[in-house]
Nanobody, 114 residues
Framework: QVQLVESGGGLVRPGGALRLSCAAS????????MAWYRQTPGNQRELVAY???????NVENPVKGRFTIARDNSKNTLYLQMSNLKSEDTGVYYC????????WGPGTQVTVSS
């Protein structure tokens, strides 16, 4: 039972890149705006980027120009391409709907450290 499963995290040096994936159940994903969120150490979970079912996207200011969100509607999969990673990007990354949020998945840990 998929619901939301994030993957692709890991340990990367500052300036490096990672690509996160989120496999979602169809009833969660289809025709819904989807988003990536993250929880950095000592902080609440925050929105990172979102994308509509038609592909219109937005990324939040702290990651603008470095992160790109994408989706494959045929695979019910959400992606987050992260580049020029910084230590402050360290945290657990989650995917979910932009609105009418469902139960959270396990997230994927991203650690940016030299």
């Amino acid at each position: 039972q998929v619901q939301l499963v994030e993957s692709g995290g890991g340990l990367v040096r500052p300036g490096g890149a990672l690509r996160l994936s989120c496999a979602a159940s169809a009833h969660v994903f289809s025709d819904r705006p989807m988003a990536w969120y993250r929880q950095t150490p000592g902080n609440q979970r925050e929105l990172v980027a979102y994308i509509t079912s038609g592909g219109t996207s937005n990324v939040e200011n702290p990651v603008k120009g470095r992160f790109t969100i994408a989706r494959d509607n045929s695979k019910n999969t959400l992606y987050l391409q992260m580049s020029n990673l910084k230590s402050e990007d360290t945290g657990v990354y989650y995917c979910n709907r932009m609105y009418n949020i469902v139960d959270w998945g396990p997230g994927t840990q991203v650690t940016v450290s030299s």
